[in-house]
């Protein structure tokens, strides 16, 4: 009787020692939005293998502001046989802890009364389930769901407090991420407004130089003088222009775009940009020179959002250049032992002082607006933020800048 005694109280803390190191190798604190569903389904077979289930489930409201009526979506599945696909969760029993706002033990599932018929069990011969709540302090996520068809199957209170912890992490994790994605939503539209406000100026005298162009084309057609009509053309198109893309970067910087990686020709892209660019390479007159690795290889990237960012780049370098002596080089490169692919944008410009690359990626704090509408800067760094790359400067006063991007990649 001692020596089982003796087992009994060793094996407790023996127990609540292994809970402890599977709390601190979960990694749901690790979540963000890029990783959510990663990181899920890598929680969910290690709580099925530390409880013994047969099956786990991760399901989260399609939207909580409409619960209880709000469908539950099944986010992650895990078998541990891998020999059947069907869903064996209970949908009354995922229901009920949501609507209790707490965990539930159900034992001898398929007699039991208050679930008793329920159609999970009894087709799957279930016989222990176990579901708790994941919830903010605001509104219910969903539920951690897991079963076992083992008899044997012998799960208590403390299986259920260790899963109501992990689901309070989960929680936790989860409205970290969306509380973090409306600090940047809100920055974005701080930054917009000051940004509208910036150019409201501009656009107030571009919108001047419209409406005078317009009579006269007016007078022009109506008296038909087409001289008239093709000198007040040239001042109307250029700024019809800016006053497109004032518009269209305002919209771009302030709201949310979700990357659609895919197989990206990146040479090919960066080409695609300098094509679009002629218009303003000739009318400066600014000389333009590209080298590209002929090693790069077919990479998973958003190829639209590449585009916007090498086009800003350019366009950024052929602002600040002379308008007769302008030198523009754009190079990329394939780094194969890292897995990064690089791209520069450089110009004999008059240089970056230390003092404004500090600041030079916020909208509107670079010292020239010819061109660009003062947003192409802060776009290209969003992308690159995005891409979880890096952008760095290399400037000398006087002599010119080379900003640099290096984006992670994998290989298609």
Known sequence: MEMDSHTKTSGAPTRANADIE??????????????????????VPLLAERLGANHGYILLTKNSSFYPKGQLNLTVSYNQSQDNTESTFSNNLARKTLQDDQGQLVQDAINNQE?????????????????????????????MYFDSSDEKCGWGENDLKLLEVVAGYVGLAIENTRLQQEKEKNSRFIAAGHASLHISHSVKNILQLIGGAVEVIDFGLRTDQIHRVKRSWDILKPNLERVRKFSLELL???????????????????????????????????????????????VKLDGERIHELATNLILNAIDVVNEETGI??????????????????????????????????LPYESTKNKVGTGLGLAIAKQIVDQHKGRIEIESEIGKGSTFRVYLPCSIV
């Open 22 to 43: 599977l709390l601190r190798n979960l990694p749901v604190m690790s979540i963000t939005t890029e990783n959510q569903q990663d990181v899920l389904e890598a929680t």
């Open 115 to 143: 679930f008793f018929g329920d159609p999970s069990f009894q087709t799957f011969n279930i016989k222990s389930a176990i579901c708790v709540p994941i919830k903010t302090t605001q509104s219910p996520l969903g539920v």
């Open 252 to 298: 771009d910087f302030s709201k949310e775009r979700h990357l659609e990686l895919a197989p990206c020709e990146f040479n090919g892209v960066v080409q695609s940009a300098i094509d679009s660019l002629r218009a303003q390479l000739k009318e400066k007159k600014t000389k333009l020179h590209i080298r590209v690795d002929p090693e790069m290889p077919t």
């Open 328 to 361: 523009v080089n754009v190079q990329t490169g394939y780094h194969k032992d890292d897995g990064i692919v690089e791209f520069s944008v450089n110009d004999n410009g008059p240089g970056i002082d230390e003092q404004l690359k500090e600041t030079i990626f």
